[in-house]
C-alpha cells in the first residue's frame, strides 16, 4: 500500500514569537480581542468530523487566547443557501467559511469575494502538504485554500442482510439488480438507500452511474463545457436510475429520507447498502448503539467492460476559506490554515477521507471499515468529484434539482438531458 508510507509530519513550531498558529505578525496588538466568524455545517453531535472540528477550534482558542471563535453551523442544504445570500452583499458577519472547489468556490472567486493565501501560506506549511492536492484550491497564480481530505463515494453494503438474502456483493450492474431484487424479499429491508431527499446525494446517485456508463475522462470534459452534454451514455445512465426506482430496489418513495434518516436506517439493520461519501466508514464505527456488525465497502459496480473500473467518484474538494472583507485577514487565515490541517491530519483516525497532508500513522487507531476504504482506494485512479462541486451554481441547482426527478413517475429523460445541456452551457 504505498499510497500509505508513514510519514512524520513536521510539527508547527512552539517557538513562534507572535501571532497565530502560523507565526505570522498579525494586524491587531496582543493586548485586542479578535473575534473570528466561522461558518461551517458540522452539526452532527454523532459525526466523528464534528467532534474533531469541535476539539480543533477549542484548542487553537486556548493557543490564541487574544482570539474568540464564534461558530455558526447549518445542515448541509441550509448552509449552502444561507452561504450564498451572505455573498450576495458583502458578507460583513463571515470571516471563515467552509466551502466546496472548484466549481463552487469558483464564482465566489470570479466576484471577488475570496481571500487568496499566498501571502500566509509559507514554505514550512506546504511542506506538509500532499504534492498535488492543491488544484482544486488554485486559480491563476493565486492559492485560496488547503485541502482537507480527499473523499470517495461507495456503497456501504450490510453483509448479514446480504447472507440472509443468499446474494453476493454486486460487482456489476446486473448483479446490482438482482442482489436488489432478492433482498426486497427481506422483510422491512430496503435494498438501497440513497438519502436523496438531500438533493446532493440524488445527484451523487446519478453521478455513480453516469461515472460507469460515460467514463471519468467524458463526465470531467462535458461538465467543464468542453464537450457537448450528449454522450448516450448520459440518457443510460437516467434510464438506469429509473429502472431500479420503478423495481422497488431504491425504497418506495427515495425522496422522503434524505442522509440522517437513511443512515439511521442503515444503522439498525434496515438498509442493505447506503450511498454514500468515505466518512460514512467512521459513522458506522464510531455508533455505539448500531446493530450492523460486517460491513463491505465497494466503489459502484461496474455497466460494462467499456469503462475503466478504476474511475471513482471524488477527490480533494473541501475546505475552509477567507472572506476577503474580513476585518483582520492575517488571523482568519490563520485560523483557516489550522483548522484544515487538524482535520486533515485527524481524517484516517476518524475515518472520515484519506488526508492530503503528511503525518505518522498509528493503523490501531483507524476506524476499521475505514482499514479496507485504504485498500479500495489504493485501486482507483481518475476520480472525478461530485458535480455539484464542479458545475457552477446555477448549472449545480438544475443538475440537483433533475436528479431529483428520475425519482418520481414519469420521469422525463429528454427534458433531463435538454436541462443538463442549456444549464452547463450557460456557465460563465
Known amino acids: 500500500m504505498n499510497k500509505w508510507k508513514k510519514v512524520t509530519a513536521v510539527c508547527m513550531s512552539a517557538a513562534m514569537m507572535c501571532g497565530g498558529a502560523l507565526g505570522y505578525t498579525t494586524t491587531v496588538s496582543a493586548d485586542d480581542k479578535v473575534v473570528l466568524d466561522v461558518w461551517h455545517q458540522f452539526t452532527d453531535p454523532e459525526s466523528a468530523q464534528t467532534k474533531t472540528f469541535l476539539e480543533a477550534v477549542e484548542k487553537y482558542q486556548e493557543e490564541n487566547e487574544n482570539i474568540e471563535i464564534e461558530l455558526h453551523g447549518l445542515d448541509t442544504e441550509s448552509y449552502k443557501t444561507k452561504i450564498s445570500t451572505e455573498f450576495a452583499s458583502s458578507a460583513s458577519g463571515v470571516d471563515v467559511f467552509y466551502y466546496w472547489a472548484p466549481g463552487k468556490i469558483k464564482q465566489l472567486i470570479n466576484a471577488d469575494k475570496v481571500l487568496p493565501l499566498n501571502d500566509y501560506v509559507t514554505d514550512e506549511v506546504m511542506s506538509r502538504v500532499k504534492e498535488g492536492s492543491t488544484s482544486s484550491f488554485e486559480f491563476g497564480d493565486n492559492l485560496y485554500a488547503l485541502p482537507i481530505d480527499s473523499y470517495m463515494m461507495c456503497l456501504f453494503c450490510n453483509k448479514t442482510l446480504f447472507d440472509e438474502a443468499g446474494v453476493e456483493i454486486p460487482t456489476t450492474y446486473d448483479e446490482l439488480i438482482a442482489a436488489g431484487e432478492k433482498l426486497l424479499e427481506l422483510d422491512g429491508v430496503t435494498p438501497l438507500a440513497i438519502g436523496a431527499k438531500d438533493s446532493w446525494l440524488a445527484g451523487a446517485f446519478y453521478e455513480s452511474l453516469a461515472l460507469r456508463e460515460v467514463g471519468a475522462e467524458e463526465v470531467q470534459s462535458a461538465l467543464l463545457g468542453e464537450t457537448e452534454f450528449t454522450n448516450e451514455g448520459f440518457k443510460k445512465a437516467a434510464e438506469d436510475v429509473v429502472e431500479l426506482y420503478e423495481k422497488g430496489i431504491l425504497g418506495k418513495n427515495p425522496l422522503e429520507d434524505g442522509e440522517a434518516e437513511a443512515t439511521a436506517d442503515f444503522l439498525n439493520g434496515k438498509v442493505a447498502m447506503q450511498l454514500d461519501g468515505s466518512w460514512f466508514a467512521g459513522t458506522i464505527d464510531n455508533t455505539d448503539d448500531t446493530v450492523v456488525t460486517d460491513v463491505e465497502a465497494i466503489t459502484f459496480p461496474v455497466v460494462s467492460d467499456e469503462q475503466n473500473a478504476t474511475d471513482y467518484a471524488g477527490g480533494a474538494s473541501?475546505?475552509?476559506?477567507?472572506?476577503?472583507?474580513?476585518?483582520?485577514?492575517?488571523?482568519?487565515?490563520?485560523?483557516?490554515?489550522?483548522?484544515?490541517?487538524?482535520?486533515?491530519?485527524?481524517?484516517?483516525?476518524?475515518?472520515?477521507?484519506?488526508?492530503?497532508?503528511?503525518?505518522?500513522?498509528?493503523?490501531?487507531?483507524?476506524?476499521?471499515?475505514?482499514?479496507?476504504?485504504?485498500?479500495?482506494?489504493?485501486?482507483?485512479?481518475?476520480?472525478?468529484?461530485?458535480?455539484?462541486g464542479i458545475l457552477d451554481a446555477n448549472a449545480a441547482a438544475v443538475h440537483l434539482e433533475q436528479a431529483q426527478s428520475l425519482l418520481v413517475e414519469g420521469a422525463d429523460l429528454d427534458t433531463f438531458m435538454a436541462a443538463h445541456q442549456d444549464a452547463i452551457s450557460a456557465q460563465g
Open 318 to 388: 473541501a475546505s475552509f476559506f477567507v472572506n476577503k472583507n474580513t476585518d483582520t485577514p492575517a488571523e482568519a487565515a490563520d485560523f483557516a490554515i489550522y483548522i484544515s490541517e487538524q482535520m486533515g491530519v485527524k481524517a484516517l483516525e476518524i475515518g472520515s477521507g484519506f488526508p492530503c497532508w503528511n503525518t505518522e500513522i498509528d493503523e490501531s487507531v483507524i476506524s476499521p471499515t475505514f482499514i479496507k476504504l485504504m485498500d479500495l482506494y489504493d485501486g482507483v485512479q481518475t476520480g472525478v468529484q461530485n458535480w455539484d
